[in-house]
């Protein structure tokens, strides 16, 4: 039976943040550039986001009820402590996220982890196909759901369904790796449209559908053998510009950057890196080059210091502990090296800090370093140019982030190659204002028309026009 909602959103996360009261849990939206795109949209078609809370719950508890929250319905689908280890932390986080992004860490495959993300991918489906009405648009998210669309149309053939990877999908040689490649291909064949960060992870996709498959992927879209067809396409996510612009120009923001520049002792130069604590981030290079040329005189510590938050992330995974140590022994030499009492050469925040605080950490900084070895965007990077209302500022970029392809004016580098790196930071701590200033405005200027809401209105319209070409 059909329920009532016009469009779906499924994630595995709900856009909140749970606060314990004394009368128990309650909900509070949580800042993102998703939630904020999709808010309007939700609100406007009595829409519905299903998804997790981010507290699990034992098997025999009910899922909390469906609650509003800012004109959206929120629906919470529960999961078990073992459901978390197995289809989150093991198949999503320990198999995809290390395989998608180029292998960069070893992935881990184990079968009863699969077994574990078929489940909760069922569960998730079946709850959609719930609250779904009659021919409602479901858009799904990301990797840990890549089940769901094929799940959910096998129920719910009426749906228009549309599914965007927030991570690089890989090429066929890579993703031939996964022992369960078919059926996490026709999973997402389930959809109408399957949206990638970049050109590449829609044709990689293609040419799987091809390899594992056998079908006879043409242009941009693929045939299936019940008639079906399937379009594949690029829609580079963005940031809610407005949000981190006006936030940059708050009195108090400004006030709060100048601070911090002068409790790192009013250097020449601070450069900066925000993080999910991840070994896609390459947050371990980034420090050895910042050693690098402190060891070579070409930077002296405390006139250039680097300030490097990373945010805690995944810590019961194994490979993300060992990471933690690694970062914190790097930073531990480069301060015994080169700092002096009271004067870090590097600040090393393991903690997660506000959007407010965020901006003006953006605003204090010179140079932002984004240098991960893979990223399906980044959206650091542009909340780094939003933040920059001053047309001040470089920012260092990896040529492996999607965002390189559209901020062309930054500072792009192989992180790779290490010594190209410390070229690319030589020239961004260097940088003569007027080029600066520039090449920011340059980047500003793209940003500023492709935001968040733009990125939510093309993958939309996109998925509206599948159903009616077909
Ligand atoms: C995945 C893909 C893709 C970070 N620290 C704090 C904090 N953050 C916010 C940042 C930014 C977001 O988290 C991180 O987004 P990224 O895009 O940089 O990276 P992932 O988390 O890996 O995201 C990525 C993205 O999905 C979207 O499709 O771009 O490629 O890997 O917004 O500001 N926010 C707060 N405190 C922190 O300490 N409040």
């Known amino acids: ?35 904020t795109a999709l808010q309007p949209v939700l609100a406007q078609h009595k829409g519905t986001w299903i998804g997790w809370t981010g507290a699990t719950t034992k098997h025999e508890d009910r899922a909390p009820e469906a ?49 574990e993300y078929r489940r ?15 021919n409602a648009t479901v858009w799904v998210q990301d990797y840990q759901l890549q089940l769901v669309p094929a799940m959910l149309r096998e129920q719910r053939p009426d749906l228009r369904i549309g599914f965007f990877l927030h991570i690089p999908f890989p090429p066929v040689e890579l993703f031939n790796q996964l022992p369960r490649r078919a059926e996490v291909l026709k999973g ?21 559908t091809r390899h594992v498959l056998g079908l006879r992927p043409r242009g941009d879209s693929v045939e299936l053998p019940d008639g079906r067809t399937v379009v594949a396409g690029a829609f580079p996510i963005s940031i809610d510009f407005a949000e981190m612009q006006n936030l940059a120009q708050n009195p108090e923001v400004i006030q709060r950057s100048e601070e911090i520049r002068s409790e790192l002792g009013n250097p020449r130069s601070v450069i900066l890196g925000v993080d999910r604590l991840d070994y896609t981030k390459g947050i371990e290079r980034r420090l050895k080059i910042f050693r690098e040329l402190l060891t070579e005189k070409r930077l002296t510590a405390p006139e ?29 030499r480069i301060n015994g090296e080169y700092g002096r009492v009271g004067q870090a050469a590097v600040h090393y925040l393991h903690q997660s800090y506000s959007r407010t605080e965020l901006a003006a950490l953006y605003r204090a900084a010179d140079v932002m370093m984004v240098t991960p070895l893979r990223d399906g965007m980044n959206l650091v990077a542009k909340e780094y140019v939003a933040a920059r209302v001053d047309n001040a500022g ?6 492996f982030a999607g965002a390189a392809a559209e901020l062309r004016q930054a500072f792009l580098c192989n992180p790779h ?25 340059t980047m500003r200027r793209h940003l500023r028309t492709h935001d968040v809401q733009a990125w939510a209105e093309s993958f939309l319209t996109a998925l509206d026009r599948t159903g009616r070409t077909a």
């Open 417 to 441: 190659d290490l010594d190209g790196v410390k070229e690319s930071l030589m020239r961004a701590v260097t940088i003569d204002p007027t080029d600066a200033a520039r090449r920011m405005r």
């Open 304 to 332: 250039v210091v680097m300030v490097q938050v990373a945010t805690p992330s995944r810590e019961r995974i194994e490979q993300y502990q060992s990471l933690r140590v690694k970062v914190e022994r790097e930073v531990g």
């Open 67 to 115: 609650f509003e929250l800012d004109g959206m319905e929120l629906y919470p689908v529960p999961l078990s402590p073992s459901e978390m280890e197995r289809y989150y932390e093991g198949f999503s986080n320990s198999s995809l996220w290390p395989l998608y992004h180029d292998a960069v860490e070893q992935p881990v495959y184990k079968r009863r982890w699969w077994e």
């Open 394 to 399: 470089a920012l260092v970029l990896s040529e």
């Open 120 to 134: 909760v991918n069922q569960r998730f489906a079946d709850a959609t196909a719930k609250v779904a009405a009659q």
């Open 1 to 35: 039976m059909a329920g009532s909602s016009s469009f779906v959103v499924v994630a595995n996360r709900l856009p909140v943040d749970q606060v314990n009261t004394p009368e128990g849990p309650t909900y509070r939206r949580s800042p993102g550039g998703l939630v």
């Open 188 to 208: 997402l064949l389930g959809a109408d449209l399957v949206g990638f960060q970049r050109p590449l992870g829609a044709h990689n996709f293609l040419q799987l």
